[in-house]
T-cell receptor
Framework: GAVVSQHPSWVICKSGTSVKIECRSL??????MFWYRQFPKQSLMLMAT?????????EQGVEKDKFLINHASLTLSTLTVTSAHPEDSSFYIC?????????????????FGPGTRLLVL | AQSVTQLDSHVSVSEGTPVLLRCNYS??????LFWYVQHPNKGLQLLLK??????LVKGINGFEAEFKKSETSFHLTKPSAHMSDAAEYFC????????????FGKGTKLSVKP
């Protein structure tokens, strides 16, 4: 149980285009999902917290108009990188928290997706 | 504010020998602590977590960690390393509260020599 998927796993795009990444909790409901960014050989940096049915909360320094987050249902959050540039190339990872605590661990545990590697040319 | 310090950026062990990955935390209240593992080009997998129950926490794949409040430590150990343990390990503290944001350490890369 407690599986989180991301799609796509890899994306290559041209500079100036927009890219949408999906994060799904497959076997539990997630009121809250998180989006992280990881640069090579570095730790994860929290970008934003996504709450179902409300606006996302962005961390300091993260442009909300650049990284659009939509959390329209209890099992899906999307991150759209708008007008992508080469400096946006990174590994994007989402996580989801089990709202009902039905997974094996306490409900505050975050379950991570496999990540999406974005390369902007 | 919470913070996490992983004392070693890289640890190298021989297969079959013990593993020790060190982690110290700073928290203004009783924290929740986690260890996650990340294999190359993969997402993060939860190894174990501490949430104010037993101080010795057993996780998957033979890993365990001991919460020591007096030392503000949460070191990860395994009695005998396996080649498949080679990965990046992250010590994480939860901010708690309704958001429960996670604060990640910088990670420790574990290499296992045959």
């Amino acid at each position: 149980g407690a599986v989180v998927s991301q799609h796509p796993s890899w994306v290559i795009c041209k500079s100036g285009t927009s890219v949408k990444i999906e994060c799904r909790s497959l076997d539990f409901q997630a009121t809250t999902m998180f989006w992280y960014r990881q640069f090579p050989k570095q730790s994860l940096m929290l970008m934003a917290t996504s709450n179902e049915g409300s606006k996302a909360t962005y961390e300091q320094g993260v442009e909300k108009d650049k990284f659009l987050i939509n959390h329209a249902s209890l099992t899906l959050s999307t991150l759209t990188v708008t007008s992508a540039h080469p400096e946006d190339s990174s590994f994007y990872i989402c996580s989801a928290r089990d709202s009902a605590g039905l997974a094996n661990y306490h409900q505050e545990t975050q379950y991570f997706g496999p990540g999406t590697r974005l390369l902007v040319l | 504010a919470q913070s996490v310090t992983q004392l070693d950026s890289h640890v190298s062990v021989s297969e079959g020998t013990p593993v020790l990955l060190r982690c110290n935390y700073s928290s203004s209240y009783s924290p929740s602590l986690f260890w996650y593992v990340q294999h190359p080009n993969k997402g993060l997998q939860l190894l174990l977590k501490y949430t104010s129950a037993a101080t010795l926490v057993k996780g998957i794949n033979g890993f365990e960690a001991e919460f020591k409040k007096s030392e503000t430590s949460f070191h990860l150990t395994k009695p005998s390393a396996h080649m498949s343990d080679a990965a990046e390990y992250f010590c994480v503290v939860s901010e708690g509260g309704s958001q429960g944001n996670l604060i990640f350490g910088k990670g420790t890369k574990l290499s296992v020599k045959p």
